[in-house]
């Protein structure tokens, strides 16, 4: 994530470049107070920019109020790195948990997850979205649910388990035997266990609240694997029995 000079964070920003070093072009998303804009300078080229180098270029670039997408994809920070979400026409179709290289590491993470999509501004309701992931994930006890997903390409046994994970409230846990008595047959723990690992809403959908048996924080898939699956459960004040809070 970049920084403009007035604190706020710039999203997707690039410059690019010719042969000639001396010509220079610049576009980056970024939200202000009055919303998202769109800055680009007037000549050619494509590398990340620093926001030292966004300043000296500022100088010879226009910006306008950026239009928000309909679909695409966009970076935001959070409390535990930078995330990630992308969204269409009928909602969130899917989100990104940080990567343990960082911030380029989520874009190309996304960028394989959605090859159709393009960084973008992102619409009203991708931005309420991002708005309620930041407040998770800084201890709000918001659930989420009101954040639309398009499940389209979700399975309905997968669709069904992750109906019950959100109903679990912020600072509760459930296992996956639980969840699997709740879809009628505790058989289908490991099934479940399973379609937490496929999450593609997480935090949205909260597989870090369902945990193995015993209640030990189990696998999970998203960079940093258990810890951060516990580092999200200690924002919400809720700890696995047997583990202490490690942050």
């Given amino acids: 994530m970049h920084m403009s000079d007035n604190g706020l964070p710039t999203f997707g920003a690039f410059e690019r470049m010719s042969g000639n070093a001396s010509k220079r072009r610049m576009k980056v ?14 000549e050619v080229g494509f590398a990340p ?56 590491a989520t874009r190309a993470r996304m960028r394989r997850r959605f090859p159709d999509l393009e960084e973008a501004p992102p619409s009203q309701r991708a931005q309420h979205a991002i708005a309620g992931v930041q407040a998770l994930l800084e201890g709000a006890t918001d659930d989420l649910c009101d954040i639309e997903l398009d499940m389209r390409g979700v399975s309905e046994f997968h ?48 597989c870090h609240r369902v945990l193995a048996a015993g209640n030990k924080p189990g696998g999970f898939s998203a960079g940093g694997g258990a810890l951060t699956k516990l580092r999200m459960l200690d924002i919400e004040g809720a700890t696995p029995s047997g583990t202490r809070s490690l942050f």
């Avoid at 109020?65 to 899917?94: D, R």
Wanted: hydrophobic letters at 40%.
């Fill in 159 to 206: 669709q069904r388990v992750y109906a019950i994970a959100r109903r679990i409230p912020p600072g509760q846990t459930r296992t996956y035997g639980e969840v699997a008595e709740e879809l009628g047959d505790k058989g289908l723990s490991r099934a479940v266990g399973q379609a937490m690992g496929h999450n593609p809403f997480a935090p949205v959908v909260p």
């Fill in 29 to 42: 998303w970024y939200f202000g107070v009055f919303g998202w804009y769109f800055f680009s300078s007037a």
């Fill in 49 to 104: 920019v620093s926001a030292r180098r966004f300043s000296t270029l500022n100088h010879n670039a226009s910006m306008t109020a950026a239009s928000p997408s309909e679909s695409g994809f966009a970076l935001f920070p959070t409390a535990i790195g930078v995330c990630a979400l992308a969204w269409g026409p009928q909602g969130l179709v899917g989100v990104q948990l940080p990567e343990e290289r960082g911030e380029a």
